[in-house]
């Protein structure tokens, strides 16, 4: 950058120079009034930002990346649509099965038949949880008499399809976060897809995600944070828009329900205040 503008800088003052000669020669001054101005580095970088869309959150602008793959239009839309509906087929394929208790559903019904039944109960766990269970419970009629006792037990006449389709819903959105993220972050549509794959197709995030248990809950609000931190990084040359207040919000949202549904959420609001820090010592380290 120095080079270019010392070179910049040089064919100025030559051209100068040979107006000046050619008008203490003759008088003429026509070739002083008539001379191409020769643009500066400024000028430059000012037209090359104004051509430029919105960069992203890594520095990448959106014209380098709408040059190689369009991050929008319909096949975008399409693109995502057929990434949902894989993730919710993956997902809800045989929910009710087995029907009986499997695993930590021993722990985590029985306290969201707790919560409906209004009946106290200690817990070493935050609440979000095991209430949003329970509620997903009493909205599709489980009426909480199921004792849940040990892993094994059928579930009979009892509604615990709900419990399960809530806890595989909010996993369902797992592949579509990533492939958001990743396609930010590397402005790239196939990294993104690659990602969204190794998510959709994973035998262990999909079982965990069809049973009644904390974790699919969790990871969603976990994978809600990040995104709305990458989406809200975009929006730093924008503040107080609509769009950095939304993300903003929605980042906060997203830190409350996973330290709401568990202690380790705590680690992804330690990543967020990093990134948060990250934009002040970045200024500061600037010469």
Known sequence: ???????IRVKSLMAKEESSQQWSKTGDNSTIRNRKRVPTSK?????????????SSNGTSAQQFSK????????????????MGLSLSTRFYKITQPPHVCWDETHFGKMGS?????????????????????LAGHMTGYNGTFPFLKPGDKYEHHNYWGMRGFCAGLGSFLPIFAYLIVLDLSQSRTAALITASLLIFDTGCITISQYIL???????????AVL????????????????????????GVSLAGALGVKFVGLFVILLVGLNTLSGPLETIGRP
């Open 68 to 83: 190689g793959e369009a991050s929008d239009g319909p096949s975008e839309v399409v693109l995502q649509m057929l990434v």
């Open 43 to 55: 000028d430059k970088i000012t037209r090359h930002l104004s051509n430029d869309d919105t960069p």
């Open 114 to 134: 707790y919560y409906i039944n209004r009946t106290f109960f200690f817990d070493v766990h935050p609440p979000l949880g095991k209430m949003l269970i329970g």
């Open 228 to 251: 709305s931190m990458v989406k809200f990084n975009r929006q730093r040359h924008r503040p107080f828009s609509v769009p950095w207040w939304l993300w903003l919000v929605l980042t």
């Open 1 to 7: 950058m120095t080079r270019r503008f010392c070179n």
């Open 214 to 224: 904390l974790d699919p809950i969790l990871m969603f609000f976990i994978m809600a």
